[in-house]
């Protein structure tokens, strides 16, 4: 794959649509839009013209067009847009006279992105903020993952840059003239101000290492309903996700395999997870098999609801205690649940509905907060840990170094640094044509 190339994909959805965007980035952009069109039009102002086939002249679609000459442009490359008539036949036609024009090719998924992050015009955390923004299913995940695109996170990540860059050019002044008398105290003591300086950073990060992560919000507040075999946990699971996802029976153990699905509910995004009862005696081998990953799901939820006995729910996880069968006089009793409460008749449904979203919400992001991802949580992490040090350190040699830690994982975090495997994952992650 050349970054030289000319690249062109429908960028609009799928046809047929009222109106379809083909976008084409690259040099030879503006050569290709004379060659349908006959000429350059005005750059950056939307212009009718009849697009004909280059090959044979014949009448492809009479529509607009804009010319967007770089560099400042989506992707920093020479652009085209062609808004043409969204059936499939002339988006089909169009398509296929492009890729007939030498030095064209169709576009690869999240191609034009990527071209936009090697060219500056957006950072790595500003790309993956625009890949959550793609996939975004609720009006939280919209508006925190608008705040990473639009650069909530970059911004702070350039002003600890800027500040450990302040902090490592006292340092090397201190180093290279420490025989002055205008540099630094007492010879090979760090620069005045240095460990206040330097714990400032550290707390500024630290609180955006305290924030809700961005997983559940991208994911779904994770809910484990768990208890033992005919505890009820099916017939919430389907009340609780307004579905009959879930088969129910009398029978023990019906309930083989892990069973999840994700809603919203009040704009929160929830994955509800129906496991097989627990239970020690009387399981087949594949009802083992589905107690095993019964429990393995309840390791990595947010929340737990236990519907088993009092106080027999597993331990050191967040767990509610829930009397599920509330219109079973023959139910075990509990002495406190949190919720008492029947999927059958619907009583307590929308109670424990209403309070697992104030929950979650509680977890979650704030509306229009950036969030941190595992990636970037990682490279901040380190960040810290090398401020933290430089902060306690003694020797400038040392404390420079720690700085030049901090410095790295910063540049990481923004795509100054990075591999190609993590680039060509992020990049994978958007369709064709964005």
Do not use: Y
Request: net charge negative; proline share 5%.
């Amino acid at each position: 794959m050349s970054e030289n190339s000319t690249i062109f994909a429908l960028s609009s959805g799928a046809p047929p649509a009222g109106i379809a965007v083909v976008r084409i980035s690259g040099p030879q952009a503006g050569a290709a839009l004379v060659a349908l069109s006959g000429q350059l039009p005005s750059s950056r102002r939307a212009t009718f013209r009849r697009l004909v086939d280059p090959i044979d002249g014949s009448l492809l679609d009479a529509t607009m067009v804009l010319w967007l000459p770089g560099p400042q442009t989506a992707t920093g490359e020479d652009s085209a847009e062609l808004h043409l008539h969204g059936g499939r036949a002339v988006v089909g036609a169009v398509l296929a006279a492009l890729g007939r024009l030498p030095g064209l090719r169709g576009a690869q998924a999240g191609e034009f992105t990527r071209r936009a992050f090697l060219n500056g015009r957006i950072d790595l955390n500003e790309a993956e903020g625009l890949a959550d923004l793609l996939s975004a299913e609720t009006e939280l995940q919209r508006r925190s993952a608008l705040a990473m695109a639009d650069g909530a996170l970059s911004r702070r990540v350039e002003d600890w840059r800027q500040g450990v860059l302040t902090l490592s050019a006292q340092l090397e002044a201190l180093l290279d003239f420490s025989d002055e008398d205008d540099v630094g105290e007492g010879g090979a003591l760090l620069p005045a101000g240095f460990g206040d300086r330097t714990a400032d950073l550290a707390t500024s990060i630290a609180a955006w290492l305290d924030r809700p992560r961005a997983e559940p919000l991208r994911e779904g507040f994770r809910v484990v309903l768990a208890g033992p075999p005919n505890a009820g946990k099916s017939t919430l699971f389907n009340a609780l996700v307004e579905s009959e996802a879930a088969i129910t029976a009398a029978e023990p153990g019906t309930t083989r395999d892990v069973l999840t699905r994700s809603v919203a509910i009040d704009g929160v995004p929830f994955t509800f997870a129906d496991t097989a009862g627990l239970r020690e005696e009387g399981a087949g081998e594949i009802e083992r098999i589905g107690i095993a990953r019964a429990r393995a799901e309840a390791a990595k939820a947010d929340l737990i609801l236990w519907l088993g006995p009092e106080g027999e729910g597993p331990q050191g996880l967040a767990l509610w205690e829930l009397a599920a069968r509330a219109d079973d006089p023959a139910a075990p009793a509990k002495a406190s649940p949190r919720h008492r409460l029947s999927a059958h008749t619907g009583e307590g449904v929308d109670a424990l509905r209403r309070d697992l979203v104030a929950h979650a919400r509680a977890s979650l992001p704030a509306p229009g907060e950036a969030a941190l991802n595992a990636r970037q949580h990682d490279l901040l992490v380190q960040v810290h840990a090398a401020l933290t040090a430089a902060r306690d350190e003694r020797d400038p040699l040392l404390a420079a170094e720690q700085l030049r830690l901090a410095r790295r994982a910063l540049d990481a975090l923004t795509g100054r640094a990075g591999t190609e495997d993590m680039l060509d994952a992020l990049f994978g992650r958007f369709c064709i044509g964005k």
